[in-house]
């Protein structure tokens, strides 16, 4: 089985504005909001929303996230405060053994600074954006959470560190 993961780090005062959006493949939707956003309800359009205290880390959000899954989910979608952007269903086929990251196009220029001098610029074809959603293993997901210390986007780099097998689809 699987489920969507949404880790609510913004003010959810009013709704939440992919929810309509959620694969219909799931079997569970959890929304993390910070506790001081607004008194939440337990169900909000048939999302389960669980408070979490204001000021944890999104390791320790990720673990009551977590903890908060029936037992029989193996694989679970993981969404930030952004819209969704790129195929959920593909990027969980993607999940194998462990991890799975949409990634995009970097359309941006990024330069290379040292001691605030411009130093370089970065070749576009080699560096690619991080989307949302992710997919990982029930496992994997715990694995990453143990590790602490993380944001969002760094996630599949700290499997990638722990030995976990991150693919990527575009």
């Known amino acids: 089985m699987a489920a969507i993961l949404w880790a609510a780090t913004f003010s959810v005062s009013g709704g939440f504005p992919a929810a309509r959006s959620f694969p219909r493949f ?34 320790d959000a990720l673990a009551i996230g977590v903890g908060a899954l029936p037992d029989d989910v193996d694989q679970v979608l993981l969404y930030d405060g952004e819209e969704p952007s790129a195929d959920a269903l593909e990027v969980l086929d993607g999940v194998g053994d462990g ?19 411009v130093t370089g610029t970065l070749d576009r074809d080699t560096v690619l954006r991080v989307r949302t959603p992710q997919a990982a293993t029930r496992a994997a997901l715990a694995a990453v959470i143990a590790d602490a210390g993380f944001s969002f986007s760094a996630m599949p780099s700290r ?7 991150v693919t990527t689809v575009r």
């Open 99 to 117: 991890w799975c990251v949409a990634l995009a196009d970097m359309t941006e220029t990024v330069k290379i600074v040292d001691a605030g001098l």
């Open 26 to 59: 799931v079997d569970d939707v959890i929304v993390l909001v910070r506790s001081s956003d607004r008194p939440v309800s337990q169900r909000d359009g048939g999302v389960r929303i669980i408070p979490i205290p204001q000021g944890i880390s999104l390791a």
């Open 159 to 165: 499997a990638a560190r722990l030995g976990i097998p």
